[in-house]
């Protein structure tokens, strides 16, 4: 089980990015539950930021509420994170997170490369 994400960069404050995360499973069947994004500012605890069942409502961290909107594509494995309204504290290596049971390991939490987002002010 691999996650790629991509997506983070440097931009300034009030403009937009989006990031996407790829889940790939070879050599057993899978089924994806939670998908979700967290992130870790310098010299802070990683947070979680947003997560998203198969089916049903997506839940915000306070901090990002009514600016970031996660989504996910069930049939690509792909979950996605829109991020509007940037702001300099929303700087950090954001992580994407999925809950996936496989036949050969069962259900278990994957985690990927991370990838940094620089808001400037």
């Known amino acids: 089980v691999q996650l790629q994400a991509s997506g983070g960069g440097l931009v300034q404050a009030g403009e937009s990015l989006r990031l996407s995360c790829a889940a790939s499973?070879?050599?057993?069947?899978?089924?994806?539950?939670?998908m979700a994004w967290h992130r870790q500012a310098p010299g802070k605890q990683r947070e979680l930021v947003a997560s998203?069942?198969?089916?049903?409502?997506?839940n915000y961290a306070d901090s990002v509420k009514g600016r970031f909107t996660i989504s996910r594509d069930n049939t690509k494995n792909t979950v996605f994170l829109q991020m509007n309204s940037l702001k300099p504290e929303d700087t950090a290596v954001y992580y994407c997170?999925?809950?996936?049971?496989?036949?050969?390991?069962?259900?278990?939490?994957?985690w990927g490369q991370g990838t940094l987002v620089t808001v400037s002010s």
């Open positions: 998203i069942p198969t089916a049903g409502t997506a």
């Open positions: 499973v070879s050599g057993t069947s899978f089924s994806i539950n939670v």
């Open positions: 997170n999925a809950n996936i049971r496989t036949f050969l390991v069962g259900r278990k939490e994957y």
